[in-house]
T-cell receptor, first 111, second 113 residues
Framework: GQQLNQSPQSMFIQEGEDVSMNCTSSSIFNTWLWYKQEPGEGPVLLIALYKAGELTSNGRLTAQFGITRKDSFLNISASIPSDVGIYFCAGQWDQGGKLIFGQGTELSVKP | DADVTQTPRNRITKTGKRIMLECSQTKGHDRMYWYRQDPGLGLRLIYYSFDVKDINKGEISDGYSVSRQAQAKFSLSLESAIPNQTALYFC????????????FGSGTRLTVV
């Protein structure tokens, strides 16, 4: 079945640093989504991508839909303590299909 | 009110007990999902329902059952709870396309002792 590999699994960074994480798939997706889960809460959608090569920003977050359609990247610039949480990627092959989730990247930010 | 409400938020139960986790949504969506989250394993799909008459098993359905009582309500039951079902459980909902992602509840932390 379809699988997503998300890396890194965890990151420990200093406040102010930039962060990069990515997701790769063995098969093509037509939609990529990035979620953030804060402690004690459910995942919340950050960015949605619908076209190969698309680059979309949401404040200090920027995500890209890989040109091969088998990967996606999320960058966070100038991290702050409230960026702490677990970031999940998710992919969808076709409209109406279920989302496939990555294993998550746990981000810790030291003030 | 939250778009997706899960009850209870926390529950401790004993091995062998039957327990039900409840979920309701106000998005008016047809599709609902139950996920389990364990550290390092991400979100694993237990069951999903594309409409009131449609129930499907996910990747880890053994030991669980579900009931879709109405478009807005989808409950998850553990018939005889065991300690390795200790986890964080999430309910989610989406429209029929799913392209706008899923809206998740705040989760139920279940501990089986």
């Amino acid at each position: 079945g379809q699988q997503l590999n998300q890396s890194p699994q965890s990151m420990f960074i200093q406040e102010g640093e930039d962060v990069s994480m990515n997701c790769t798939s063995s098969s093509i997706f037509n939609t990529w989504l990035w979620y953030k889960q804060e402690p004690g809460e459910g995942p919340v959608l950050l960015i949605a991508l619908y076209k190969a090569g698309e680059l979309t920003s949401n404040g200090r977050l920027t995500a890209q839909f890989g040109i091969t359609r088998k990967d996606s990247f999320l960058n966070i610039s100038a991290s702050i303590p409230s960026d702490v949480g677990i970031y999940f990627c998710a992919g969808q092959w076709d409209q109406g299909g279920k989302l496939i989730f990555g294993q998550g990247t746990e981000l810790s930010v030291k003030p | 009110d939250a778009d997706v409400t899960q009850t209870p938020r926390n529950r401790i139960t004993k091995t062998g007990k039957r327990i039900m986790l409840e979920c309701s949504q106000t998005k008016g969506h047809d599709r609902m999902y139950w996920y389990r989250q364990d550290p390092g394993l991400g979100l694993r799909l237990i069951y999903y329902s594309f409409d009131v008459k449609d129930i499907n098993k996910g990747e880890i359905s053994d030991g669980y059952s579900v009931s879709r009582q109405a478009q807005a309500k989808f409950s998850l039951s553990l018939e005889s709870a065991i300690p390795n079902q200790t986890a964080l459980y999430f309910c989610a909902t989406s429209d029929t396309t799913g392209v706008y992602g899923y809206t998740f509840g705040s989760g139920t932390r279940l501990t089986v002792v």
